[in-house]
């Protein structure tokens, strides 16, 4: 009898705890079932969501678990795990949260393909999946989605084509799919998108023509195709996107003339049309664009002048127009585009004098206009602009002296007139005033002595005088630089003799051949240990070689030929194979001389 009782009351309690575990189960509502299955799918979860993400009989929904939102009547309508650091598949039973509007699993590990199924999440509003790892096509199931305002799929590794079906959701607003491996055609359907705003497909592989339906998106504001493998021409509905703020091109393979500039674009931002393959010239209409703030075409294959309707930009503080095939001279109108803290001419084929009316340009920080045909002297009123910080205009015509006013250049970093014909002394007070980085002057007539100040703000990397007539002896606040990495005073008639360069640490090549520098090899050159090139040929130089040469181990090129150098060539320099090239001919040593090897052209190469 008594174990009939027991019997009994054990069997009751298993019905009891079995009825509890059945309750628990079916008391958590069809959402949250179907988020513990999406569960099973993840890898890696934040602690966040393996606290909350779990069967709890006093819960009935999981509004209150991590990253969800519910209405009112407690299903979920936001899944929200941006930057959770979630790694695994995105389950197909996401399709089941009927009432979901916003997925965002943007920034994660998430891999494998997006789910179909997300096509049934009839509700949806906004889409992130961005930044992930995500492969596979992109679902044309989400065609169906027709309250669907954001579309972020960017920064994953999707193939395929790109729905046709995406362009016929009537709410689509947003749309990137930028950083991917797409390929094929830009859908021509492309002007359904009548609500479209931004539309970013580039860093991808799209190619053929960009579709003329494109300007029947009359709201979109922002297009960015660069670097992709699009062809054909420009089409001309572009002029019809009055709304167009930002429209970028570059790193495809257009080409065709440029019909671009219309009244219509007068909202528009930045133009970046770059490394294409156009015919023809700058279009005058964009002259119209009256809020450009960026005009950016390089190697575009552009030729003819720059129009001059330029200058009616006000607003333009970038135009970019380097390496194409533009000639004749810059228009005195440029000067009008008072706004412009860059302008950038290099490598066009550009002549005749520099229009002093870009003495205008009161903001302008960086010019740059080096190989071109300019000649003349630069007016005066170029040498006054305060705010210069860059001024390279290195392999042109130039001629004339330097004058007194590039010596109050505050903001002065970088000066490059390499490769010209300026003449006369360089300004005594240059440096003073000023923090200068990069000084480059090769291969110009200058004359006179090395201005004592160039380093005066201890940031000068690169200090090029050599190809000149200078005379005088190297200024030691100049060879004390500490922050010098290139010193090339070389073919000049610089004498005396050379100085220490202990405190030289960053130096890296050293070019002073062809002076008249007389004297010992300075033994401070062995403490900078960074030097790859040492030239010191064709001086009057005299004693032995520093024995400290031989620790610096970086160094590949050391000529010291043609001098009056004596006494033994230290051991290490017979035995260094990684000494490139070595040069001592032309000397007085003693004991046995190692014969040269490598040449003049590797010296120029570093």
């Given at each position: 009898?008594?174990?009939?009782?027991?019997?009994?009351?054990?069997?009751?309690?298993?019905?009891?705890?079995?009825?509890?575990?059945?309750?628990?189960?079916?008391?958590?509502?069809?959402?949250?079932?179907?988020?513990?299955?999406?569960?099973?799918?993840?890898?890696?979860?934040?602690?966040?969501?393996?606290?909350?993400?779990?069967?709890?009989?006093?819960?009935?929904?999981?509004?209150?678990?991590?990253?969800?939102?519910?209405?009112?009547?407690?299903?979920?309508?936001?899944?929200?795990?941006?930057?959770?650091?979630?790694?695994?598949?995105?389950?197909?039973?996401?399709?089941?949260?009927?009432?979901?509007?916003?997925?965002?699993?943007?920034?994660?590990?998430?891999?494998?393909?997006?789910?179909?199924?997300?096509?049934?999440?009839?509700?949806?509003?906004?889409?992130?999946?961005?930044?992930?790892?995500?492969?596979?096509?992109?679902?044309?199931?989400?065609?169906?989605?027709?309250?669907?305002?954001?579309?972020?799929?960017?920064?994953?590794?999707?193939?395929?084509?790109?729905?046709?079906?995406?362009?016929?959701?009537?709410?689509?607003?947003?749309?990137?799919?930028?950083?991917?491996?797409?390929?094929?055609?830009?859908?021509?359907?492309?002007?359904?998108?009548?609500?479209?705003?931004e539309l970013r497909l580039f860093?991808?592989?799209?190619?053929?023509?960009?579709?003329?339906?494109?300007?029947?998106?009359?709201?979109?504001?922002?297009?960015?195709?660069?670097?992709?493998?699009?062809?054909?021409?420009?089409?001309?509905?572009?002029?019809?996107?009055?709304?167009?703020?930002?429209?970028?091109?570059?790193?495809?393979?257009?080409?065709?003339?440029?019909r671009f500039g219309s009244t219509?674009?007068?909202?528009?931002?930045?133009?970046?049309?770059?490394?294409?393959?156009?015919?023809?010239?700058?279009?005058?209409?964009?002259?119209?664009?009256?809020?450009?703030?960026?005009?950016?075409?390089?190697?575009?294959?552009?030729?003819?002048?720059?129009?001059?309707?330029?200058?009616?930009?006000?607003?333009?503080?970038?135009?970019?127009?380097?390496?194409?095939?533009?000639?004749?001279?810059?228009?005195?109108?440029i000067g009008d585009c008072t706004?412009?803290?860059?302008?950038?001419?290099?490598?066009?084929?550009?002549?005749?004098?520099?229009?002093?009316?870009?003495?205008?340009?009161?903001?302008?920080?960086?010019?740059?206009?080096?190989?071109?045909?300019?000649?003349?002297?630069?007016?005066?009123?170029?040498?006054?602009?305060?705010?210069?910080?860059?001024?390279?205009?290195?392999?042109?015509?130039?001629?004339?002296?330097?004058?007194?006013?590039?010596?109050?250049?505050?903001?002065?970093?970088?000066?490059?007139?390499?490769?010209?014909?300026?003449?006369?002394?360089?300004?005594?007070?240059?440096?003073?005033?000023?923090?200068?980085?990069?000084?480059?002057?090769?291969?110009?007539?200058?004359?006179?002595?090395?201005?004592?100040?160039?380093?005066?703000?201890?940031?000068?990397?690169?200090?090029?005088?050599?190809?000149?007539?200078?005379?005088?002896?190297?200024?030691?606040?100049?060879?004390?630089?500490?922050?010098?990495?290139?010193?090339?005073?070389?073919?000049?008639?610089?004498?005396?003799?050379?100085?220490?360069?202990?405190?030289?640490?960053?130096?890296?090549?050293?070019?002073?051949?062809?002076?008249?520098?007389?004297?010992?090899?300075?033994?401070?050159?062995?403490?900078?240990?960074?030097?790859?090139?040492?030239?010191?040929?064709?001086?009057?130089?005299?004693?032995?070689?520093?024995?400290?040469?031989?620790?610096?181990?970086?160094?590949?090129?050391?000529?010291?030929?043609?001098?009056?150098?004596?006494?033994?060539?230290?051991?290490?320099?017979?035995?260094?194979?990684?000494?490139?090239?070595?040069?001592?001919?032309?000397?007085?040593?003693?004991?046995?001389?190692?014969?040269?090897?490598?040449?003049?052209?590797?010296?120029?190469?570093?």
């Open positions: 009898m008594k174990n009939l009782v027991l019997f009994e009351t054990t069997l009751f309690l298993f019905c009891l705890v079995v009825s509890t575990r059945i309750v628990s189960i079916s008391c958590l509502n069809s959402d949250g079932l179907s988020l513990l299955s999406l569960r099973k799918h993840l890898d890696k979860v934040p602690p966040e969501l393996t606290s909350t993400w779990k069967l709890n009989p006093s819960e009935a929904t999981p509004c209150k678990w991590f990253g969800i939102t519910c209405d009112g009547s407690k299903k979920v309508t936001s899944l929200n795990l941006t930057g959770s650091g979630v790694s695994g598949q995105l389950g197909p039973e996401v399709g089941q949260l009927k009432s979901l509007e916003i997925l965002d699993v943007s920034s994660n590990n998430l891999s494998g393909i997006i789910p179909s199924s997300l096509g049934s999440c009839s509700s949806l509003v906004y889409i992130d999946v961005s930044e992930n790892r995500f492969s596979g096509k992109i679902p044309d199931t989400l065609g169906s989605l027709k309250s669907l305002a954001d579309l972020y799929l960017y920064s994953n590794s999707l193939t395929g084509e790109l729905p046709k079906s995406l362009f016929q959701i009537p709410a689509l607003n947003y749309l990137h799919v930028e950083h991917n491996n797409l390929t094929g055609l830009i859908p021509q359907n492309v002007g359904e998108a009548k609500e479209i705003l860093d991808n592989q799209f190619s053929g023509n960009i579709p003329e339906s494109i300007g029947n998106c009359s709201k979109l504001e922002i297009l960015y195709l660069h670097k992709n493998k699009l062809v054909g021409s420009l089409p001309a509905s572009l002029n019809l996107l009055e709304n167009l703020t930002d429209l970028f091109v570059a790193n495809n393979s257009l080409s065709g003339t440029v219509k674009c007068r909202k528009l931002v930045t133009l970046d049309l770059s490394y294409n393959q156009f015919q023809g010239g700058v279009p005058p209409e964009l002259g119209n664009c009256s809020s450009l703030d960026a005009l950016v075409i390089i190697k575009g294959n552009l030729s003819g002048t720059i129009p001059s309707s330029l200058g009616m930009l006000k607003n333009l503080t970038v135009l970019n127009l380097s390496e194409n095939l533009l000639s004749e001279s810059i228009p005195a109108e706004s412009l803290s860059t302008l950038k001419l290099n490598n066009n084929q550009l002549g005749g004098e520099l229009p002093s009316a870009l003495g205008k340009l009161q903001k302008l920080e960086s010019l740059e206009l080096f190989e071109n045909r300019f000649s003349g002297e630069i007016p005066i009123e170029i040498w006054k602009i305060q705010s210069l910080t860059q001024f390279l205009v290195y392999k042109n015509n130039l001629s004339r002296k330097l004058p007194v006013e590039i010596t109050k250049l505050k903001n002065l970093r970088i000066v490059t007139i390499f490769n010209n014909s300026f003449s006369g002394v360089i300004p005594p007070g240059l440096g003073l005033n000023s923090n200068l980085e990069i000084l480059d002057f090769i291969g110009n007539n200058l004359t006179g002595e090395i201005p004592p100040n160039l380093c005066h703000g201890n940031k000068l990397t690169v200090f090029n005088l050599g190809s000149n007539r200078l005379h005088g002896n190297i200024p030691a606040s100049v060879a004390q630089c500490k922050s010098l990495s290139r010193f090339i005073l070389g073919d000049n008639n610089l004498s005396g003799p050379l100085p220490e360069f202990s405190r030289n640490q960053d130096l890296s090549f050293l070019d002073l051949n062809s002076n008249n520098f007389e004297g010992p090899i300075p033994s401070g050159l062995g403490s900078c240990r960074k030097l790859k090139a040492i030239n010191l040929s064709r001086n009057k130089l005299t004693g032995a070689i520093p024995p400290v040469l031989g620790n610096l181990q970086k160094l590949r090129y050391l000529n010291l030929g043609v001098n009056s150098l004596t006494g033994l060539v230290p051991p290490k320099f017979i035995k260094w194979k990684e000494l490139t090239t070595l040069i001592l001919s032309g000397n007085r040593f003693s004991g046995f001389v190692p014969p040269d090897r490598g040449s003049q052209r590797k010296r120029k190469q570093q």
